[in-house]
């Protein structure tokens, strides 16, 4: 069965430094998303993509952010200049086409440790 | 706006026991509800969905849940635990608008006694 995979599984990155958080989503996916969860917090929305452009993104989604799809098949997350607060499990997902009762299909998460 | 609150950050049950977990939410609009399943180092499963029609639906590994809205509920359920079902789990709605991100609880962690 298809799935979505991230790497790596665990980051660790001094404050400051810039990371980059690939997802490869499911190959006829059209919707990919980013979500995080904060240890003992709700998982957030953080942003959402089509057709190579962000069509949503939350308030946490700043400058400090982007999202970008460089070939056909990954998906990554930037963080230019990390913060303690970015610590968190980041998870990416996808779906078909992005319908309201479509179920989305995530990644295992990646751990992102901003010391 | 919509939200998810699940009681319980933490359950624990029986072996064989029933399982239920608790999931309530907030919609102005009839809600599409779903349950996702984390088990240790991997990505959220989905367990199984509420769009429209029939309220009670049935997912896999034997769990169901229940559409009431009268009690603005989607509590899931099974039958008798087994080992292999301690995880987090994860009640979410899809939101209204826009691209329709989901909109999560806080989890819950199973945890099945032998």
């Known amino acids: 069965e298809p799935e979505v995979t991230q790497t790596p599984s665990h980051q660790v990155t001094q404050m400051g430094q810039e990371v980059i958080l690939r997802c490869v989503p499911i190959s006829n996916h059209l919707y990919f998303y980013w979500y995080r969860q904060i240890l003992g917090q709700k998982v957030e929305f953080l942003v959402s993509f089509y057709n190579n452009e962000i069509s949503e993104k939350s308030e946490i989604f700043d400058d400090q952010f982007s999202v970008e799809r460089p070939d056909g098949s990954n998906f990554t997350l930037k963080i230019r200049s990390t913060k303690l607060e970015d610590s968190a499990m980041y998870f990416c997902a996808s779906t078909p086409s992005g319908g309201r009762s479509d179920t989305q299909y995530f990644g295992p998460g990646t751990r992102l440790t901003v010391l | 706006a919509q939200s998810v609150t699940q009681l319980g950050s933490h359950v624990s049950v029986s072996e064989g026991a029933l399982v239920l977990l608790r999931c309530n939410y907030s919609s102005s609009v009839p809600p599409y509800l779903f349950w996702y399943v984390q088990y240790p180092n991997q990505g959220l499963q989905l367990l199984l969905k509420y769009t429209t029609g029939a309220t009670l639906v049935k997912g896999i590994n034997g769990f169901e849940a229940e559409f009431k809205k009268s009690e603005t509920s989607f509590h899931l359920t099974k039958p008798s635990a087994h080992m292999s079902d301690a995880a987090e789990y994860f009640c979410?709605?899809?939101?209204?608008?826009?691209?329709?991100?989901?909109?999560f609880g806080t989890g819950t962690r199973l945890k099945v006694l032998a």
């Open positions: 979410a709605v899809s939101d209204t608008s826009g691209t329709y991100k989901y909109i």
